[in-house]
Structures are given as C-alpha cells and as structure tokens.
C-alpha cells in the first residue's frame, strides 16, 4: 500500500493537531486520507503493555461498546490495552487511527502486522510523523503519544503503573485541553497505581460507557448495528457528518468540500438507497 503524506502548510493538514504544541512537519498515512480522520467522534485508549485479566476485560468492554456508537479508537497499536482495543473494535465494525512511532514500511510491534492489515482493510489508517526507514528509537514514543492525545477527543486510561508511558500520554491530553479520563483499580495492583492516582489529581473516574459519552456529549449516539455504509467515499464522508449531528445541506457542503454538483448527486444516491431521509427547510437526517 502507498505511503502518502501530508504537511504542516496543506490545506488537509487536521486542524486539531496545529494547535497542539510542537504539531508534526509531516504526516506519513497508510488507508483512509486526513478528511475522515476527525470525522467521528475518537477516543485514544492506551495503558499498560502488560495488561492484566481485569485491564483486558475492561478494554474489551469499553472498545466495543464504543465502536459499536460509531467513535473512532485512537492508539498507538503496542502490545497490551492498545492492541486488544483495535481487536475488538474490529469486531463490532469501528474505525480506528493508529499512531506509529516509525516509519510506515515497518508495523511495529511486528506481532501486530496482522492486525494493521485488518486494521487498514475497514477503513482505518496508520498514521506517523516519520518518513519511511525510520527506525523506532525509544524517544519516538513519548514523541508520538501526543499526536495520540492530539487526534482524540478525549483519553481513556485503563491500566497505568506509577513509572507507565502512558503518564506522559495524559500529561500532553492536559496540555491540549483533552478529558483525561481513566478506569480505578484495584489499589492492591502495580497496574493501576497510575490511574488511581491520576484519579486522585482530577482526573475523571470512568465506570461504564456512559461517563466516556458523557464526557464527550454524545449519550445518544446511535450503535452501529443501525448505521449506514457508503457505497464510495463521498457517501461515507456525508454519511459521517450526518451521524456526528450535521443535517443542514449548506453545513453538510460546506464541511464535506466536495463540489456543489457532486454533493447533489450523492445527496440523491444517498436518498434514493434509502440511507438518509428529508427532515423539511433543507435539513437532512440519516435512516
């Protein structure tokens, strides 16, 4: 698959990573392109690499119910919480942005090049601030977890040790003005030392869905199991915006930047295979 990229100064460059401190110069992606990055709601869930029964119950508990609302799963595809949430996100039809800390011709870890690949083929991309052949020095990870944090609405924190990676995750989600929101543990286990006492410095204790949706102002969002797939991209991208609460057609073109002809035709399409439906006043509303 083509490496393709994306600079500071390109019109396509995600907004919400410019206004982050030190925004990457270039974006290298693999799959899906940086208008459907910030498509959907996106939640980054990261914690420790060597997570224990309770983290991976809470993380598949917590990806899936996510990914079936539609959010978008945000992490760095390392071993552990990273890569169990990917998996079953997968498994209830999300989407997800991985953040690698190398260059795109490698997937690292190496275990988990199956997963890019599955990844990549549900409309997911892979995304880095390094060119291909760069390596993954260990500076590149604490580097990358803030385009992690950046791309994200909110961060989820499920397993921490008090020495975790994943602490300077949070502390660039603070700087951003990002949710910082973390699952307590058992206060007996060195994997949750971290997230109770972030906990304890204001984080937002998360105890089911509901406080991430809360967090993010989307309760009511609709599960996948009732939304629609785009027959071509420009489908999914108005698809996308109708789902995120966009209806009027002006708001509808404006944000989808297709041109004015093509947006009327898939609007039609769109209408015709039953997908979206008129609300009156050139307001539209998904089925």
């Excluded at 990261?46 to 598949?60: F, I, L, Q």
């Excluded at 991208?237 to 708001?251: M, P, Q, R, W």
């Amino acid at each position: 698959m083509k490496v393709n990229k994306v600079t500071l100064i390109d019109p396509a460059y995600p907004k919400l990573l410019k206004d982050i401190a030190s925004p990457p110069k270039e974006l290298f992606y693999l799959g899906a392109g940086p208008d459907t990055w910030l498509a959907r709601p996106r939640v980054a869930i990261v914690g420790s690499r060597g997570v224990t029964p309770y983290g991976r119950t809470v993380t598949e508990q917590l990806a899936g119910q996510l990914a079936e609302r539609g959010i978008t799963i945000v992490s760095g595809l390392a071993l552990g919480v990273d890569a169990i949430a990917h998996e079953i996100a997968l498994k209830h039809g999300g989407q997800h942005l991985a953040v690698l800390a190398n260059g795109l011709d490698e997937i690292y870890p190496a275990s988990n090049t199956n997963l890019a690949k599955r990844l990549l083929a549900q409309g997911g991309a892979i995304i880095s601030e390094y060119p291909v052949g760069t390596p993954s020095f260990k500076q590149n990870f604490i580097a990358r977890n803030r385009i992690v944090a950046g791309l994200s609405n909110a961060l989820l924190i499920v397993e921490a040790t008090d020495k975790s990676g994943t602490l300077h995750t949070a502390r660039f989600a603070l700087e951003q003005g990002r949710d910082v929101l973390v699952v307590p543990g058992n206060i007996t286990s060195p994997n949750s030392v971290g997230c109770n006492q972030l906990i304890k410095s204001g984080a937002t204790p998360v105890t089911s869905v509901d406080d991430i949706l809360f967090a993010l102002g989307t309760k009511n969002l609709i599960t996948t199991a009732y939304i629609h797939k785009g027959d071509n991209a420009d489908e999914q991208i108005i698809l996308d915006l109708l789902y995120n609460g966009v209806s009027d057609a002006h708001d509808l073109l404006g944000q989808s930047k297709l041109d004015p002809t093509l947006f009327t035709q898939t609007l039609t399409m769109l209408e015709l295979s039953v997908k979206i439906h008129p609300l009156g006043n050139n307001h539209w509303a998904p089925n």
